[in-house]
């Protein structure tokens, strides 16, 4: 039965990751997101819902529209995929009950921010909030969470001065802050150390690479962060057990 929930939960994340690629494509323009219907990006035609089937349509399709044959993102499926992979290791680890909702909603919401930022280069305020938002109450001890959260946003806000002024250009945007702030909520302050090292760590080829190939500067740091927060999460009580060792 524990299996088969698993499933169910894993079916829930993907059916979820389909409606998130909507938001992602729909939220940066300013856009619907429940009207018009869905439709290929390029030819404009309203899909079937046998077209809308999360994976199993983007294979049997081999990628591309059904009506104009332009090739379809790989974002679709791997978002889809990503989701049910957060929902059913949060399911797995936590069980299912109103925090593990509200965790689920906070990394749905990162992985939305971060494919978004990857994009864009830019949040809307509303991505921004969303994942501190669930992250506050994702377990019940929320004025806790409240308070590690804004102590984590407080300390990116004195990074970011302080490096800003250095290099004379803004070192990290609202979007970065808020997800220190949602480090806080879910895993305190010393998790949040070793995620965020997680996260610089990540990030340090993607950015050689888009400085030396792209001559870009500016990389999303949204995805790195995420993906350090949820990592520590996963595997908190490993990095608990590392950080006693190392600070006994």
């Known amino acids: 039965m524990e299996v088969y929930n698993l499933i169910l939960a894993i079916i829930f994340g993907i059916l979820i990751g389909s409606f998130l690629n909507v938001v992602i494509l729909r939220i940066p323009k300013n856009e619907n997101i429940i009207f018009p219907a869905s439709h290929c990006p390029t030819c404009k035609t309203p899909l079937k819902w046998w077209h809308n089937i999360p994976i199993i349509s983007y294979i049997f399709l081999k990628g591309k529209c059904a009506f104009c044959k332009e090739k379809i993102s790989i974002q679709y499926p791997l978002v889809e995929l990503a989701s049910g992979i957060i929902v059913g290791i949060v399911y797995y680890k936590n069980g299912f009950d109103i925090y593990s909702l509200m965790l689920m909603a906070s990394f749905l919401s990162l992985l939305v921010s971060s494919v978004v930022d990857l994009k864009y280069k830019a949040i809307t305020y509303i991505m921004n909030i969303l994942p501190v938002t ?63 090292f997680l996260g610089a760590i990540f990030a340090i080829f993607p950015a050689i690479y888009n400085r030396i190939a792209q001559k870009d500067l500016e990389l999303p740091f949204i995805p790195f962060l995420s993906l350090g927060l949820f990592i520590v999460w996963l595997f908190e009580n490993q990095f608990l057990e590392i950080w006693n060792k190392l600070y006994a």
Do not use: H, P
Request: glycine share 10%; net charge negative.
């Open 134 to 196: 669930f992250a506050i109450f994702s377990n019940e001890d929320i004025l806790e969470n409240f308070k590690n959260a804004l102590l984590l946003a407080g300390g990116a806000v004195f990074i970011r001065d302080y490096v800003s002024a250095f290099i004379n250009k803004e070192a990290m945007g609202d979007g970065d802050i808020l997800v220190f702030a949602t480090m806080g909520a879910i895993l305190g302050i010393k998790l949040s150390l070793i995620a965020l």
